[in-house]
């Protein structure tokens, strides 16, 4: 049985001149020059810091601190709710929770604060009615987080689009189920 001579196809061979010129000019990158390297080291030929960037956008940065607002004054308003109306204390333990985590999340992107929460919505004086009033809440701020996600990418819409979920899932918790008719 004959050997045959080994053939190069012209992909293989246009993927290794690709490779190789890769390689070629990565081999000239210098990484001593003056003013690049890591944000904030200090250079050892000069002895003086190199200036950092921002770590987080500014765009990123208020958007999540609006949301820490929004969930901060939801957390007001379900303490609010629970203090009126003690026996409601233990189904509106759950979603303070779960916002106080939300907030907690929120508060771990440098530069996020926690503005001050307008005046609450007074609490009517009958417990569906704060109910329904909570589940109103939660339905707008999860508009709100959901539209705020979409101008966003990366971790920062994740985390709200993930917050806008969990408040439309606590906002339906919050209202009385409807009764399906028997046939």
């Not at 969930?71 to 303490?79: G, H, N």
């Not at 707008?140 to 966003?152: D, I, N, P, T, V």
């Amino acid at each position: 049985m004959p050997i045959e001579p080994l053939r190069l196809s012209r992909r293989v061979a246009l993927q290794s001149t690709a490779l190789a010129t890769g390689a070629f000019v990565l081999a000239g990158c210098k990484d001593d020059q003056g003013g690049s390297g890591t944000p904030g080291a200090v250079d050892p030929g000069s002895g003086k810091t190199v200036p950092q960037e921002p770590a987080v956008d500014p765009a990123v940065v208020a958007a999540l601190s609006s949301a820490a607002g929004s969930v901060s004054s939801l957390v007001a308003q379900y303490t609010l709710v629970g203090t009126k109306f003690p026996a409601l204390k233990p189904k509106l333990a759950a979603a303070a929770k779960f916002h106080a985590g939300h907030l907690a999340k929120l508060q771990e992107t440098a530069g996020v604060t926690v503005p001050k929460a307008p005046k609450a919505p007074a609490v009517p004086t009958q417990s569906v009615a704060a109910l329904a009033l909570l589940a109103k809440q939660e339905k707008a701020a999860s508009a709100a987080h959901a539209a705020a996600a979409a101008k966003l990418s990366g971790s920062a819409a994740r985390l709200l689009a993930m917050i806008a979920a969990s408040e439309v899932q606590l906002g339906s918790t919050l209202l009385p189920t409807k009764k399906v008719a028997s046939s």
